[in-house]
């Protein structure tokens, strides 16, 4: 495996990722890890990241020094160049100017990263420090107009630092870079694939199960559903879900649940209708916020109260994945860095006293995809957008009522058939309506209207983090429109929301 140490770079996971994408397994650690920890996990290469700190400023993130002396290929990114050149002896400065965006790397010195490359190519930098002064034994093996020091190597002791990133898209050449550190420096072997992550994960549920039984709650979204398929693999029918009808899901979705999973599956599962129970307690709430909480706490109890009618249940599962476990483990040991903790049943396990299975808590959600399709299961479920836990409840500004989650499944339904005969679904990262909290005046058969407006929220995203939103063509827009004024009770105007992620989030509320 390859080892990314996380000195604070926004991009620790996507260095992973461009190692996995090469089927090698590759694990982010966070700066402060022993190095006897370390060394047990025995990496074949290291990947320094990159950070927002400057080398020279108090607490700035930094790993044991003896690291260098391993004999364990490292690759140095950005701060993690200035951390190696600095530690080994050499010298980092405030650059007199910061280099931001693209740049051309000129190739000083052939490099087995730099292998087949020619004299040069495009790069992406971000840096304010620079490396003026290089440790004894290194040299340097590419420059930029900015930067004389802008790839460096000590070949004798397979250490490389590169200034640019390879791991972001606009390096040209960066994958390869990437590609050629693992397999030509640190000669790694492709043995990271969905089959064998998936014939592990069978047989470490099954030793850590045993003959006892799991529960889980399954919401019909990619992550439940491969994790509930994968435990099933390995310990059958001593799985246990339970789906909630919260009542503020989409049009169909117990049904589609059925169809693309539990058929195939003979899965032990038992549906809990609880719409009434959800709509009492949402009356009159109007507050986001409350909204969400209410909803949370009652899952917990609802899904509590199944759960313990089970007899002899001793572990949870959950589709916790990877980014999940990342971005609530602090790079720095501090809490400063913790960008959010699990969102699932939190809470539950404590209480209930049951041990968590978390299968997929290595896997990026591109993976998860990968792994449900050697699972078997089926694309349409595989490909589903993402839907909330708090489900329509946030896309219903203001008061939530039984017709007024009527009209807003009714009109996400239509829109969602047209997005998927467009042979849109699977390019948008979500596509959905939203019930506004405002009547407008429209005429309709020579009638004058007083009705309900929807808005139309469709977003382009690669992890949710940030969204673009999403360039529906005018004669898709039209048709959605029309077809939810004219078959959707009670509406008669329609909006698009054409606010990116920042400043607006996904969801409205
Ligand atoms: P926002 O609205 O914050 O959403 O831009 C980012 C992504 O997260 C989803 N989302 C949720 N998912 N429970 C979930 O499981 C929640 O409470 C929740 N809130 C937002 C949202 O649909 C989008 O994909």
């Given at each position: 495996m390859i080892i990314v140490i996380d000195f604070g770079s926004q991009f620790n996971q996507l260095i992973a990722r461009r190692v996995r994408e090469n089927?090698?397994?590759?694990?982010?650690?966070?700066?402060?890890?022993?190095?006897?920890?370390?060394?047990?996990?025995?990496?074949?290469?290291?990947?320094?990241?990159g950070g927002p700190s400057s080398i020279y400023e108090d607490n700035s993130p930094s790993i044991d020094k003896s690291l260098f002396d391993l004999g364990?290929?490292?690759?140095?990114?950005?701060?993690?160049?200035?951390?190696?050149?600095?530690?080994?002896?050499?010298?980092?400065?405030?650059?007199?100017?910061?280099?931001?965006?693209?740049?051309n790397l000129d190739i000083k010195e052939s490099n087995p990263l730099f292998k087949d490359m020619g004299t040069g190519f495009q790069c992406w930098m971000s840096h304010g420090d620079s490396a003026i002064e290089l440790p004894e034994n290194f040299v340097i093996t590419a420059s930029t107009k900015n930067t004389s020091i802008a790839a460096i190597a000590n070949h004798e002791k397979k250490l490389y630092g590169l200034q640019l990133h390879p791991e972001v898209e606009h390096s040209i050449n960066g994958s390869r870079m990437i590609r050629h550190f693992l397999f030509d420096v640190c000669n790694c072997q492709k043995n990271w694939t969905?089959?064998?992550?998936?014939?592990?994960?069978?047989?470490?549920?099954?030793?850590?199960?045993?003959?006892?039984?799991?529960?889980?709650?399954l919401s019909g979204g990619v992550d439940s559903s491969v994790a509930a398929t994968l435990i099933h693999k390995a310990i059958g029918k001593n799985l246990f879900c339970i789906f909630v009808d919260n009542g503020l899901l989409r049009k169909n979705e117990k049904q589609a649940l059925e169809k693309s999973l539990i058929s195939s599956l003979d899965l032990n599962i038992k549906?809990?209708?609880?719409?009434?129970?959800?709509?009492?307690?949402?009356?009159?709430?109007?507050?986001?916020?409350?909204?969400?909480?209410?909803?949370?706490?009652?899952?917990?109890?609802?899904?509590?109260?199944?759960?313990?009618?089970?007899?002899?249940?001793?572990?949870?599962?959950?589709?916790?994945?990877?980014?999940?476990?990342i971005e609530s483990k602090s790079a720095f040991g501090g809490p400063t860095s913790i960008?959010?903790?699990?969102?699932?049943?939190?809470?539950?396990?404590?209480?209930?006293?049951?041990?968590?299975?978390?299968?997929?808590?290595?896997?990026?959600?591109?993976?998860?995809?990968?792994?449900?399709?050697?699972?078997?299961?089926?694309?349409?479920?595989?490909?589903?957008q993402p839907f909330p836990g708090p489900g329509?409840?946030?896309?219903?500004?203001?008061?939530?009522?039984?017709?007024?989650?009527?009209?807003?499944?009714?009109?996400?339904?239509?829109?969602?058939?047209?997005?998927?005969?467009?042979?849109?679904?699977r390019k948008l990262w979500q596509s959905f309506?939203?019930?506004?909290?405002?009547?407008?005046?429209?005429?309709?058969?020579?009638?004058?209207?007083?009705?309900?407006?929807?808005?139309?929220r469709a977003v382009t995203s690669n992890d949710a983090m940030t969204a673009d939103w999403a360039k529906l063509p005018h004669d898709l827009l039209g048709i959605i429109s029309n077809r939810i004024i004219n078959e959707v009770e009670n509406i008669n105007r329609v909006v698009f929301d054409i606010t990116s992620k920042p400043p607006g989030t996904i969801e409205w509320e």
């Open positions: 089927d090698v397994y590759c694990q982010v650690e966070p700066a402060g890890i022993p190095i006897d920890k370390l060394k047990a996990l025995n990496p074949q290469g290291i990947i320094l990241s364990i290929p490292i690759l140095g990114i950005c701060y993690g160049m200035h951390y190696m050149v600095h530690t080994l002896g050499g010298k980092i400065k405030k650059a007199s100017k910061r280099e931001y965006g693209f740049a969905m089959k064998s992550f998936c014939d592990g994960a069978v047989s470490q549920i099954k030793a850590a199960v045993g003959d006892k039984k799991v529960i889980m709650g549906f809990i209708d609880a719409k009434d129970k959800f709509l009492f307690a949402l009356k009159d709430v109007i507050d986001p916020e409350k909204k969400r909480k209410i909803i949370g706490n009652l899952f917990i109890e609802v899904f509590e109260a199944q759960a313990t009618k089970i007899d002899g249940a001793q572990f949870l599962g959950q589709g916790t994945l990877y980014p999940d476990i960008i959010k903790s699990h969102h699932n049943v939190g809470g539950l396990p404590e209480k209930m006293k049951l041990k968590l299975i978390e299968p997929l808590q290595l896997l990026f959600k591109d993976e998860v995809r990968k792994l449900g399709t050697q699972l078997g299961i089926k694309d349409e479920l595989i490909w589903r329509l409840a946030i896309r219903i500004m203001g008061e939530i009522t039984s017709s007024r989650l009527e009209i807003l499944r009714e009109a996400d339904a239509i829109l969602l058939e047209e997005i998927r005969k467009a042979g849109l679904y309506a939203v019930l506004l909290p405002v009547k407008t005046v429209g005429v309709m058969g020579d009638k004058r209207t007083f009705a309900n407006c929807i808005a139309i």
